[in-house]
């Protein structure tokens, strides 16, 4: 890894500007697609209707938002690293401390075409279950799963 600590938190809305400024940077990067709702709404959406339906956990390094997973024991919602911080084994911490306290079986969705984010899942023990899902992207979907051994 590298010489910077990772601190693993629950979200609290005080790192709403961060957390959202990462995901979209990471997202549009992802899909090759700007973000479709203002950042606002994106904001809210985040502390008004992600948050609670989902714990949302962020990692931080040097008091910078790097990653945030949004999860609860039998799904991922969201799952997004920050673009300069990608390969350096965020996503596995955060992936991992999910699987810790799941209920044994996880499944999440990812773009097609984010082959990044395929290649991770596959790499983290996630298999194909479906594909084809409707999204506010218009863009299909990749069904994973992952069962515990």
Excluded: C
Excluded at 26 to 43: D, L, M, Y
Excluded at 92 to 105: E, I, P
């Amino acid at each position: 890894m590298n010489q910077h600590k990772i601190i693993i938190t629950h979200y609290t809305p005080k790192y709403a500007k961060q957390t959202v400024d990462m995901w979209r940077d990471s997202k549009e990067q992802a899909v090759n697609q700007k973000e479709i709702h203002s950042f606002e709404n994106h904001v809210y959406f985040l502390n008004h209707i992600l948050s609670e339906q989902y714990q949302v956990d962020i990692a931080i390094i040097d008091e910078e938002v790097v990653g945030m997973i949004a999860y609860n024991e039998r799904e991922i919602s969201q799952l997004y690293i920050h673009i300069d911080y990608q390969g350096i084994g965020i996503g596995h911490t955060l992936l991992d401390r999910v699987k810790a306290q799941s209920s044994g079986r996880l499944t999440l969705y990812t773009f097609e075409v984010n082959v990044n984010a395929q290649r991770f899942y596959e790499k983290h023990g996630f298999e194909i279950i479906g594909r084809g899902h409707e999204n506010e992207e218009n863009l299909p979907d990749i069904q994973y799963e992952w069962i515990s051994k």
